[in-house]
């Protein structure tokens, strides 16, 4: 968003004058809440924020104009709060409210949403946790391979399917010239924490939780014991997190299998990437993969999605 | 007025919102509903379960697309994408109309997800109606404007909020869903008659209606959908529909969701205000 004006526009009596009165209005909104979830005291000039307010927002007999601005103010980090930690429960359970928080609200802070949906919301996350370490360490590599998960999940549940190729596609071009796409809600994930179990740990926690928390009278204890789920230790992993029948699964892949994958997905042909699984794979464990892989319906013409590999 | 040009000449009844908790009841139960409204944004994506789930409904019931983030009040140009995207799911859902609020909520492609109110001014009615018709045309479905529930009013307003509603509607061309849970909101908020508010919009526009339940505190009232319909709402309704005729209405119920047929046998309470309409017009 670019900066505001100096003043509100008195008139609005152009669209530009509207932009500007948005403009205003806007950077006032997504400014960060104080530590007791109030307006700012200041505007980003240092003028008091109640006379910033008050030149373009009426008070009434009950507010005044900085309370109503308030109001709109809270409402938007609220909002956006909600749908991140919905998005993100791994990140939250991992790095404890307190941190998540602090990151959630730098990163909307630098990251606003360009997006008209909220579903897009933690698509820059992961970026944002690399780019800004101090706010996750000393576990920025475990806090960045699970906002990297948590959005492949995103795109798995609700991405785009394309046409399936068909075993007569296969037959009739050669491995040598036979390229394969992976459709676009497949990521694979080259993770250095097994965070497909660790998500798991965190969703089976948080449903017994929520189940605990409806049963009338249910006990603090009984609320610390679904307080934690250890954190995973290093551990490498291969996974691709994809849909069937429009159910979410994460699939752990033995490295030829991913190399194979991740070699289609960058472009080679089926020969050159069967090539790269090594050579202690056999024809008929390769065969097994393809014959998985087809059932899943993973593969679609080449096209122009990219990569669809992160490591 | 059961049917006019503002909701493409349809004779809808009273339907409910489709939300998540409900999705297992209505695709096992089938229950007898008059229409669906469905969040457009919910469906704009291009997989998936989503989708599915919505082709499924649409087997059985009339679904009619609302929107919350096309901000016909932004100064921003309408966003090539998003059109795109709705237009696809226009084809896909053949809503007879397609509503979303009188309202801004981005500036320089920078999103707030909030209905934020307008100033009431003729240039910003003049920009808004130009954007509506424009997305009218792309679209090729007519469209209904909601007006919102607020918290500020502004120093460069230059009319009521109805008078900015009519001047929109007017030089748009286009229907009004009138909310009229917002209105009372607002009035509250406000210290405004709602009735004034009611009274004084063209009738003959309004294409949809929607009642919701809001929640008081101490200095204001928020439009929260967690509740049933309140008293002042359900007579400001009774109104409306005296003056604008019979329209098509929807609960709208959003947090705090209770069962399908609580849901539903709150928006059929609805049916009581239409009967005494009709009783009224003999």
């Known amino acids: ?311 | 007025m059961p049917a006019n040009r503002f909701n493409g000449h349809s004779d809808y009844g009273i339907g409910i919102g489709l939300r998540v908790p409900h999705y297992a009841h209505i695709l096992s139960k089938k229950p007898v509903v008059d229409w669906f409204e469905i969040i457009s944004e919910n469906f704009m994506v291009e997989g998936g379960r989503p989708l599915e789930l919505l082709d499924r409904i649409l087997e059985q019931y009339r679904v009619v697309q609302h929107g919350v983030s096309m901000y016909f009040g932004s100064a921003d140009r309408p966003d090539r994408t998003h059109l795109r995207r709705l237009k696809a799911l226009v084809k896909r859902t053949k809503t007879p109309w397609l509503s979303d609020h009188l309202c801004w909520g981005s500036v320089d492609g920078t999103y707030t997800h909030d209905l934020l109110p307008m100033p009431y001014t003729f240039a910003a009615a003049r920009r808004t109606a130009e954007k509506i018709r424009q997305i009218r045309d792309y679209l090729e479905i007519p469209i209904c404007v909601e007006n919102v529930s607020s918290y500020a009013e502004f120093h460069a307003s230059e009319m009521t909020e109805w008078e900015f509603l009519t001047e929109v509607v007017e030089l748009a061309d286009c229907g009004i869903l009138l909310d009229v849970n917002n209105i009372y909101v607002s009035s509250k908020n406000h210290g405004f008659n709602p009735y004034d508010y009611v009274n004084n919009v063209p009738h003959h526009r309004v294409g949809q209606m929607h009642i919701a339940g809001h929640t008081k505190f101490e200095k204001y009232i928020l439009d929260t959908h967690d509740h049933p319909v309140l008293d002042p709402v359900w007579k400001l309704y009774a109104h409306a529909t005296r003056l604008c005729g019979i329209t098509a209405t929807l609960l709208e119920w959003d947090d705090k969701i209770p069962s399908f047929d609580e849901v539903h046998g709150e928006a059929l309470k609805a049916n009581e205000f239409i009967d005494g309409a009709k009783r009224a017009a003999v």
């Open chain 1, 1 to 311: 968003m670019k900066p505001p004006p100096k003043h509100a526009p008195p008139r609005i009596g152009s669209t530009a004058d509207l932009r500007s009165f948005q403009r205003m209005m806007a950077t006032a909104i997504v400014r960060p809440l104080t530590s007791g979830d109030g307006l700012q005291s200041r505007w980003i000039d240092g003028r008091p924020m109640e006379r910033v307010a008050a030149e373009f927002i009426k008070p009434n007999d009950r507010l005044t104009s900085f309370e109503r601005l308030q109001l709109y103010n809270r409402m938007y980090w609220f909002r956006l709060f909600d749908a991140i930690r919905d998005d993100c429960p791994g990140l939250l359970a991992a790095l404890g409210e307190r941190a998540f928080s602090r990151l959630a609200q730098a990163y909307l802070e630098r990251c606003p949403s360009r997006s008209f949906t909220l579903r897009n919301l933690s698509s820059r996350l992961e970026r944002f946790i690399l780019d800004e370490p101090r706010l996750t360490a000393p576990r920025t590599a475990l806090a960045a391979e699970i906002a990297r998960f948590e959005w492949a999940q995103t795109v798995a549940f609700d991405g785009e399917a394309r046409p399936v190729i068909t075993p007569a596609h296969f037959a009739r071009t050669p491995p040598s010239r036979l390229r394969l796409g992976l459709q676009p809600y497949v990521t694979l994930l080259r993770l250095r924490y097994p965070i497909d179990t660790y998500v798991i740990a965190v969703k089976r926690r948080d449903a017994l939780r929520s189940e605990a928390s409806n049963t009338r009278g249910a006990s603090a204890a009984v609320h610390r014991a679904f307080r934690r789920v250890a954190r995973p230790r290093a551990r490498r992993t291969l996974v691709a997190v994809h849909r069937h029948n429009n159910r979410l699964f994460y699939k752990r892949l033995e490295p030829a299998a991913f190399r194979i994958l991740e070699a289609l997905a960058a472009g080679r042909t089926l020969s050159r990437a069967i090539a790269e699984a090594g050579p202690g794979v056999r024809p008929d464990q390769v065969k097994a993969w393809f014959k998985v892989w087809m059932t899943l319906g993973w593969f679609c013409a080449f096209g122009n999605k990219g990569r669809r590999t992160a490591s």
